[in-house]
């Protein structure tokens, strides 16, 4: 290097400063271009957010909404009680399936008087036919617990089948209906003077979320009752598992282990255990739990104990970060007045690291809650139509859990499932939004700067 | 309902030995409790804890052992009662004026801590070995450079299957691909501007929305890909551009694990430029660089490596993801170039093996461990070369 001065590359400086030149122009313009990059990027992040929830809610939220439609049921006592003597074991005998042709007898002066309207094509089938398959179920339940009433003519109200009920949402037009062997034109039109003259509404329906499952050709009574029940006991499971083992594994790596090999081994193992792929955890739940235990298929007690695996570096890593967060000058004071080491932890460390705790279990279970993969190998995609009994041995019968239940849906042929999946992917999310808000809410209102 | 019977016990035990001990302490003291070493909580505690954890314990240990060596359950409850009320015995007895119940439990409640600190390690042995064993059952029916190169994949449960694992290891890298291509420039251009350009209100805003991205279960993923994503990529690009009529494609799939990636890459890089010291932007700065080449020049480099271990994190987790390709991908293994073709991936195959009706003798059913394994080994080996990477090459700075 000599001190010469060196030739300048490129032209020559423009005269005045406030003129800029080529070069200077260009790099503002580059300048700008990154700064619309980075832009665009984030905007591409929010609309991808906006997008997937929009998309979600507006196929979901119809499915809160369910058609019904009310009708006359004269309760028929050849066909329900052949014998007349209202025995409730004689009754019971009468299967679901023959309950069927007592709608459709019920429902032949309806249908006349919707032909003399104009409909001519209308059969009172086709208008039994709009009836959801679950109504003979219903109508025997109702039967089975007052029998007293056969032979009288009592009203009920009985959910649609599910493309009258999209109909009436708007996803089934008489277009589609032509294609569809299962819908007809004329009950549709059925279905419009229905609406006009009172017989048949679209409202809120509370059994999509407390009714089980129902099969593959009825998607309109399918509900979500067993799935949420399932979740709510695997949680139970993962609350009363992860937290005190979490919570008792933080205090010895974080208070009491002397920093050797046994301790790094296990922290490294921790950090290892957070990035394996969940369905892993699922593999080890089936060879261990189910092959080498016996415990049982899709149980609850099962998916609980391979979530609580899962969960537990999540739960470990936020204890261990709100432990640290305790000053020192505690501890000191505490051992200072003579208290042992173990107490000095668990009566004054512990109680002030007990909201970041409480913060990152809440988060732990919100992972948890939506972790399914792991679930599909543990059987818990079956279909349960009872409830679990209350734990702890509800814990040990079949049931599924809500991201499970979402799967299930989408693997079903009828198109309406899909209107139940994302309806369901609503409710999980509305249990998400509350357990993150309550774990914000814990942060600013608990949280100590010291 | 030998079970209930034993728990009950049990507890009734560990509560009576609480009161029992306390009362024994205090008379031993005659009355003067400032006479007892340890306070009269801790002589309870010391009798209440040696009884549950012996029983506890023994019935864990038990029914450990009976699962190799086949013993009656009555037996084995019947022996951690037996054990549990010696505890109770032997410990009430020690109950005396002088007796360190504070040192007996502090010692005990450190066997506890340790056990579930262990746990941890008891998992990953009991991931490993699980698949392992199963793995090697695998590989004694089917021979092993099928699996590693065999470019077939037809199980058939009638038994001669063609199991090659080449054709869904490509579904899951061309798929892992695309995400990263869709998440990278992404997730890396929003922390820049995020970190570097936006002000205060709008990074208060748009980072926290941006993760609500990473809180969203993969499952809400899978169903946008299956209901919203493919349909549309099926009719606006696949089929006008004639390469084929699926709506489940790798391009689906990849792209919405794409949008999944976002805020993996953006969250671990924003930390990552934020640790670049100020005095390092000032200067370049001061040299009369503009912000971006400021950002190129010296922020990049800087961070490199940290930037390099969040893009093989997001790999990893891309690698390892399951209900986005379950419902996203396809279940057809082909080996294609095509990204509007359906394919398959490892995950999507250990799902379909080990669901249903299932046969644990099978080849058929044995090889989702084998896949399993294979996973588990990839998704380690780069959560380890991306801590190495950040751990060898990262600047220090004071």
């Known amino acids: 290097?000599?001190?010469?001065?060196?030739?300048?590359?490129?032209?020559?400086?423009?005269?005045?400063?406030?003129?800029?030149?080529?070069?200077?122009?260009?790099?503002?313009?580059?300048?700008?271009?990154?700064?619309?990059?980075?832009?665009?990027?984030?905007?591409?992040?929010?609309?991808?957010?906006?997008?997937?929830?929009?998309?979600?809610?507006?196929?979901?939220?119809?499915?809160?909404?369910?058609?019904?439609?009310?009708?006359?049921?004269?309760?028929?006592?050849?066909?329900?009680?052949?014998?007349?003597?209202?025995?409730?074991?004689?009754?019971?005998?009468?299967?679901?399936?023959?309950?069927?042709?007592?709608?459709?007898?019920?429902?032949?002066?309806?249908?006349?008087?919707?032909?003399?309207?104009?409909?001519?094509?209308?059969?009172?089938?086709?208008?039994?036919g709009m009836i959801s398959g679950a109504a003979n179920a219903q109508l025997r339940d109702y039967v089975l617990a007052n029998p007293e009433e056969i032979g009288q003519t009592v009203e009920f109200e009985f959910l649609t089948n599910a493309r009258i009920d999209q109909y009436m949402k708007g996803k089934v037009t008489r277009e589609s209906a032509a294609l569809d062997s299962k819908v007809d034109v004329a009950q549709l039109n059925a279905a419009d003077a229905l609406v006009e003259g009172g017989a048949m509404e679209t409202r809120f329906n509370w059994d999509f979320i407390t009714a089980p499952d129902a099969s593959e050709n009825r998607p309109e009574a399918a509900g979500l009752g067993v799935a949420l029940l399932g979740s709510l006991y695997m949680m139970l499971i993962v609350l009363f598992l992860a937290l005190p083992i979490g919570v008792a594994a933080s205090i010895y790596l974080e208070e009491f282990a002397k920093k050797n090999v046994w301790t790094d081994i296990i922290e490294v193992n921790i950090s290892n255990l957070a990035a394996v792929p969940s369905i892993v955890f699922g593999i080890l739940g089936l060879a261990i739990f189910i092959n080498w235990m016996h415990l049982p298929n899709s149980a609850p007690i099962v998916g609980g104990l391979v979530l609580t695996l899962m969960t537990l570096p999540t739960i470990i890593i936020a204890t261990r970060a709100s432990l640290k967060a305790v000053p020192p000058s505690i501890r000191d004071a505490a051992l200072g007045v003579g208290a042992s080491k173990m107490q000095a932890v668990f009566h004054h460390v512990l109680p002030l690291a007990a909201p970041g705790i409480l913060t990152g279990t809440i988060i732990g279970l919100a992972q948890a809650l939506g972790e399914t993969a792991p679930l599909l190998l543990i059987g818990m995609v079956a279909f349960v139509r009872d409830y679990p009994d209350a734990p702890p041995g509800g814990l040990f019968e079949p049931a599924t859990g809500l991201p499970v239940q979402v799967y299930n849906f989408t693997q079903r042929a009828d198109p309406a499932f899909v209107e139940r999946a994302s309806g369901a992917i609503i409710v999980l999310l509305v249990f998400l939004v509350v357990m993150n808000l309550i774990?914000?809410?814990?942060?600013?209102?608990?949280?100590r700067r010291w | 309902m030998i079970a209930t019977l034993f728990f009950v016990l049990l507890a009734v035990a560990v509560m009576g030995g609480y009161f029992l001990g306390r009362r024994r302490a205090a008379a031993s003291a005659g009355g003067d409790i400032r006479a007892l070493h340890s306070l009269l909580n801790y002589h309870g505690w010391n009798v209440a804890l040696a009884t549950g954890m012996t029983g506890l314990g023994v019935l864990l240990i038990g029914s450990f052992a009976s699962s190799f060596i086949g013993l009656p359950p009555e037996v084995v409850y019947a022996v951690a009662a037996l054990a549990a009320a010696a505890a109770f015995f032997l410990s009430f007895q020690r109950i005396s004026r002088d007796f360190r119940a504070r040192n007996a439990v502090e010692s005990m409640v450190m066997g506890l801590l340790i056990v579930a600190s262990s746990i941890a390690i008891l998992t990953t042995v009991g991931i490993v070995m699980s698949m392992l064993l199963e793995t090697g059952r695998f590989f004694a029916q089917y021979e092993w450079t099928e699996f590693f190169f065999g470019t077939t994949w037809s199980p058939n449960f009638r038994g001669d299957s063609d199991l090659g694992i080449l054709p869904l290891l490509w579904g899951t890298l061309y798929i892992?691909?695309?995400?990263?291509?869709?998440?990278?420039?992404?997730?890396?251009?929003?922390?820049?501007?995020?970190?570097?350009?936006?002000?205060?209100?709008?990074?208060?805003?748009?980072?926290?929305?941006i993760e609500v991205l990473a809180g969203i279960p993969t499952i809400v993923y899978g169903l946008f890909a299956l209901i919203t994503v493919g349909p549309m990529l099926r009719d606006y690009f696949a089929q006008p551009l004639g390469l084929g009529d699926s709506s489940s494609s790798v391009m689906t799939a990849g792209l919405v694990m794409g949008i999944m990636l976002i805020p993996f890459v953006s969250s671990l890089s924003d930390d990552i430029i934020n640790a670049v010291p100020q005095a390092m932007r000032d200067g370049s700065l001061g040299l009369g660089a503009t912000p971006s080449e400021t950002i190129r020049s010296v922020i990049i480099p800087a961070a490199l490596p940290g930037i390099v271990g969040a893009i093989l994190l997001a790999a990893s987790r891309a690698i390892g993801e399951t209900m986005i390709v379950v419902l996203g991908a396809g279940a057809a293994a082909t080996l294609s170039m095509n990204p509007f073709e359906a394919m398959t991936t490892v995950t999507v195959k250990i799902v379909s093996q080990l669901t249903g009706d299932t046969d644990f003798a099978s080849p058929e059913t044995l090889v989702a461990f084998a896949l399993g394994i294979t996973l588990f080994v990839l998704t380690l080996g780069l959560n380890v070369l991306a801590l190495y990477i950040v751990r060898k090459y990262r600047e220090q700075y004071e």
Not at chain 1, 22 to 37: G, H, M
Not at chain 1, 439 to 447: D, G, S, T
Not at chain 2, 184 to 199: D, T
């Open chain 1, 439 to 447: 774990a914000i809410i814990l942060r600013r209102r608990f949280e």
């Open chain 1, 1 to 128: 290097m000599t001190d010469a001065a060196m030739p300048l590359a490129g032209p020559a400086p423009a005269k005045s400063l406030h003129q800029p030149d080529a070069r200077t122009r260009k790099r503002n313009a580059a300048e700008r271009r990154f700064r619309l990059y980075g832009m665009a990027a984030v905007s591409a992040g929010l609309v991808a957010l906006v997008v997937l929830l929009t998309s979600i809610l507006s196929q979901g939220l119809p499915a809160f909404q369910q058609t019904y439609i009310e009708a006359e049921i004269y309760l028929d006592p050849a066909i329900l009680d052949p014998n007349g003597t209202r025995d409730p074991e004689e009754i019971s005998k009468v299967l679901t399936f023959s309950y069927k042709p007592m709608i459709e007898d019920s429902l032949t002066s309806v249908a006349e008087r919707l032909q003399g309207q104009g409909a001519s094509e209308l059969t009172p089938a086709m208008l039994a």
């Open chain 2, 176 to 209: 892992s691909l695309i995400a990263l291509a869709v998440a990278v420039p992404i997730g890396l251009f929003a922390a820049i501007y995020l970190s570097e350009y936006a002000s205060r209100r709008v990074r208060s805003v748009a980072k926290p929305l």
